[in-house]
């Protein structure tokens, strides 16, 4: 029988799964890693074995008291009860710096907003290696041009090249959930600087190109508020043909166009 159980919490119940996930996170020895959702720490357990500093993230009071205290001993392990969607990750690297190495089995109710935070940690977060409902997965690595092509497509690229390493069956849970589940890795390289683009107005640009699927990009630039003849014009300009639907325009082609605009509304 699958559920739907509070918090997102199903289990890893697959040591072959939590192990591959580990490793999938490269040398991990030095730096500090963050995982996002413990739980019952089927890939914590694995995790304290190699990391130079982990610190566990579980917005479940029990279980984080759980972990609290199977790991009271090990002063390299530090688990939080806390929200990830509200946690400053620059305040969990040390004042001699280095970047976080990200992994989560991740509870899929919020997929996200935790991966939209994590791109707002972008400059703190060296890699990702996460879970996700498969479906979600096939979004993030989708090429442009495709169904599967969307916001949450173009932001993560935007960010992170995206690896997909492997997919696990209901079974592979406990409880199982309604859904099969992808590992990604995520390789955090922003592509901001190359684009020639603040992080803030492009995501803004993204959320209006995309905001109804059903329409051209010009058309719901223009419902965004962008004046009809500046939206015209960038076109024009950038040889993008106007009937282009968003999901359509790789980021490349969608950055030249929201340069050309934001030139032509200053
Ligand atoms: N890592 C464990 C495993 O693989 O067995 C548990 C994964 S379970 C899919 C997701 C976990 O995320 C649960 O332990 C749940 O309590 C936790 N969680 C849910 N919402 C959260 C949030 N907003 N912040 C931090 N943890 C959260």
Known sequence: MTSKPKLGQNF???PAAAYAIVQALGDISAGTVLEIGPGKGAITSLLAARAGHLVAVDLDASLAARLTSEYAMDDRVEVLHHDILTLDMAGLLPNTGGKLAVVGNLPYYITSPILLHLFEHANVIDRAVIMVQREVADRIAAAPGTRDY?????????????ENLFT???????????????????TFASRLADLGIDRLGFI????????????TLANNLRFAGHGPENVAAAFRRTGISSTIRAEALPLEEAARLYRDLQDSEQ
Not at 150 to 162: D, E, K, N, S
Not at 204 to 215: H, I, P
Request: aromatic residues 10%; charged residues 20%; positive net charge.
């Open 204 to 215: 803004k640009f993204l959320k209006e190109s995309f905001a109804q699927k059903r329409k």
């Open 12 to 14: 890893l119940a697959d």
């Open 150 to 162: 969307g916001l949450l497509t173009a932001t993560t690229q935007l960010f992170a090249r995206v």
């Open 168 to 186: 696990l069956p209901p079974s592979a849970f406990s409880p199982p959930p309604e859904v099969y589940s992808t590992v990604l890795r995520l």
